[in-house]
């Protein structure tokens, strides 16, 4: 009896120590071990328990300073979960290779984590897998109408499985990193929140990945990616939410990669969206509120419908960006929307232009982008005026460029272009648009370099080069085209073609070679004038002008101090019908040097039909007079060497020059 009181006494001794030693070690509530000097609190549970008594209690007895937060441990395991409320600040939530699913809630909502009855500030969640089960209305719920989380961060786990993954409802300087948002439909809804972070954060399989709406501040999502939502990848509403993505991805997506409304702006930087069912990204305002997408150095490719679909009220702006081969257009400002300008943009590939502009929106530049193998037009203008600059639209379907308008106010500039290789024209313009082109190569084109269709066109200064063409060069179909300093050249039909009764213009300055006819009238068109061009190596005419007996009088009002040079011609100038050539011009045959024209000769003769006229013969440097009778000319000469270059020249009334060369054998 006397040794059980002994060891009674010295475990009373022992315990006493414990308690009331100088230093306390740590301290054991029921469900964790507290250990002060990290101040640190270890939920007791093993993998299997329910930890929601445990985890509340931690949090109850939690206590922790800006400098010094409380850290409450969940071990690693698989646990289940109810509703746990959140109430203090500066607390951690560590969960490192744990597993939290929940069980449902009979009081207060479906919800794990729960902060909105009162303003917490500097909570972190870090790590685990947290699952709603597909019952939790949110795993994380923060901040509410009246309460705000401050200084919240959530990093490194996986949060799943319920209807919003992660609700904030209000909240200020909320920072994501490194989470993965799954299976529910919202991966994370944010909103009435200023200063929202998310850093390579993922979203995947979830109706929409991201909602963002009513937020001020600054708001940065960096290097995150939305994936497989059975909607959007990103949703950004709501006027005055401005939202900065900063590289990233919103792939693979049922509907839009990224869809805006109602006044939102997103400032996009190396972002890539892609490969989405729908629209590539889809901005739509509303009236009087204004929804901007400003993207730069992003991908717009391989999407359902459009690259970048700008709606009605939406300004778009987008550079050094791609848009190609999707489903519809690489770029489509639709009616009502707008942009400052794109730039520096690739849209090839899509399924029907690689850059749409519809009436009533505004761009008014369109610089430096290649539009190129579409599905049916490279730039499409319709009733907008714009400077397309610097594009290259080469090898679509239909056109390289299409214009239309309904009125000569809109103007549209085209300036060194590249428009080559497109399967019909390399530009169609119709209906009253006003259009001016300078500095561009229309080249190869499967049918005209031009056909212009009731609009008023401007081609002037140098660096004009239409050529190749499997039709014509440039084709007036009613309408004005004023032609300068273009080099028309090894078209298949005329270089330049003015046809119908309200078809007008001039061609003047302009060099015309190598083409069936150089300059072609017929049906009515009236040309004012057919000034200082050169027209050689034609193979029908230099020029045809007539009309059907019945058809209105086609015209040319005035030509003069043209070089024509065209000796396998029909004829220089033809004229017939109803036509009408300048006073003192005539049709002009083509100058055929006789047979006769031999070394050892003293005479040049030949033939060239077009009434009586002087025709100037030089052999080597020496100039013969001669004149021509009934078609026939012959000109006395010095005797002729073999191997000399022998020039004819007929200058008219109008001082129009017809050249043929020769050299003797």
């Known amino acids: 009896m006397e040794n059980i009181k002994k060891k009674l006494g010295l475990l009373c001794m022992v315990l006493l120590l414990c308690v009331c030693g100088p230093q306390t070690a740590w301290a054991a509530g029921e469900g964790y071990t507290y250990a002060a000097s990290s101040n640190r609190y270890t939920l007791n549970v093993k993998s299997g328990d329910n930890i929601t008594g445990a985890l509340t209690e931690a949090l109850e007895a939690a206590v922790g300073t800006a400098g010094n937060p409380a850290v409450i441990v969940i071990p690693a395991g698989s646990y289940s979960i109810n509703l746990v409320k959140l109430t203090k600040s500066y607390v951690t939530i560590s969960a490192e290779g744990a597993t939290i699913k929940f069980a449902g809630s009979n009081v207060n909502g479906q919800y794990v984590i729960k902060a909105t009855d009162t303003a917490t500030t500097g909570v972190k969640i870090s790590g685990g897998t947290w699952d709603g089960a597909g019952i939790a209305s949110a795993v994380f719920h923060f901040g509410g109408e009246t309460v705000t989380t401050k200084n919240l961060t959530i990093e490194n786990c996986t949060v ?40 390579d954060c993922s979203a995947s399989r979830n109706g929409f990945g991201l909602g963002l709406r009513f937020l001020e501040g600054t708001n940065t999502l960096e290097n995150c990616s939305a994936t497989g939502s059975e909607t959007d990848g990103i949703q950004v509403k709501e006027s005055g939410t401005v939202v900065n993505i900063k590289g990233g991805s919103y792939n693979g997506n049922t509907k839009n990669g990224i869809s805006m409304t109602s006044g939102a702006t997103l ?45 009605t009220y939406a300004t778009i702006n987008v550079t050094d960006s791609e848009a190609n081969n999707n489903a519809s257009n690489g770029i489509i400002l639709n009616k009502g929307s707008n942009s400052t300008g794109l730039a520096n943009c690739i849209t090839n590939g899509n399924g029907a232009a690689g850059i749409l502009v519809q009436e009533k929106s505004s761009c008014p530049s369109i610089k430096n982008i290649t539009a190129n193998n579409n599905g049916k037009i490279g730039i499409s203008i319709e009733d907008v005026a714009t400077t397309i600059e610097k594009c290259t639209t080469n090898g679509n379907t239909k056109y390289g460029i299409y214009i239309e308008g309904t009125g000569a106010s809109k103007k549209v500039s085209v300036k060194d272009c590249s428009i080559s290789n497109n399967k019909v024209h390399g530009m169609c313009i119709t209906d009253k648009t006003n259009v001016t082109i300078t500095g561009t190569e229309i080249k190869n084109n499967s049918q005209s370099g031009i056909e212009s269709r009731a609009t008023i066109l401007t081609i002037k200064g140098s660096g004009n080069e239409v050529s190749g063409n499997k039709k014509y060069g440039l084709f007036a179909l009613s309408g004005k085209m004023n032609i300068s300093n273009a080099v028309v050249s090894n078209n298949a039909k005329a270089g330049v073609y003015y046809m119908g009764t309200s078809t007008s213009g001039y061609c003047i300055n302009s060099i015309l070679e190598g083409n069936a006819t150089g300059i072609g009238l017929y049906k009515g068109a009236v040309l004012s004038k057919v000034n200082n061009n050169t027209i050689t190596g034609s193979k029908e005419y230099g020029i045809s002008c007539g009309t059907n007996p019945s058809g209105r009088k086609t015209a040319i009002k005035q030509c003069k101090n043209n070089k024509f040079s065209n000796p396998d011609a029909k004829g220089e100038i033809y004229s017939y019908g109803k036509s009408s050539l300048p006073s003192g011009m005539k049709n002009q045959g083509v100058i055929k040097f006789a047979k006769t024209v031999k070394a050892g000769k003293k005479t040049v003769s030949g033939t060239a039909f077009g009434g009586a006229q002087n025709i100037k013969i030089t052999v080597g440097t020496k100039t013969y007079t001669g004149k021509i009778t009934g078609g026939k000319f012959t000109v006395k000469t010095a005797k002729l060497a073999k191997k000399t270059k022998i020039k004819a020249v007929i200058t008219d009334k109008n001082k129009n020059t017809f050249t043929v060369t020769y050299t003797v054998k």
């Open 160 to 199: 799943k499985n319920a209807d919003q993954n992660v609700k904030v409802n209000k909240g200020t300087d909320i920072r994501f990193s490194k989470v993965s948002f799954e299976g529910a439909n919202y991966g994370a809804m944010i909103t009435n929140t200023t200063n929202l972070t998310m850093t």
């Open 267 to 311: 400032n996009m930087t190396g972002v890539d969206v892609s490969n989405n069912k729908s629209n590539g990204i889809s901005p739509v305002g509303a009236s009087g509120v204004k929804t901007t997408l400003n993207a730069v150095n992003c991908k717009f490719n391989g999407n359902g419908r459009h690259g970048v679909a700008g709606d």
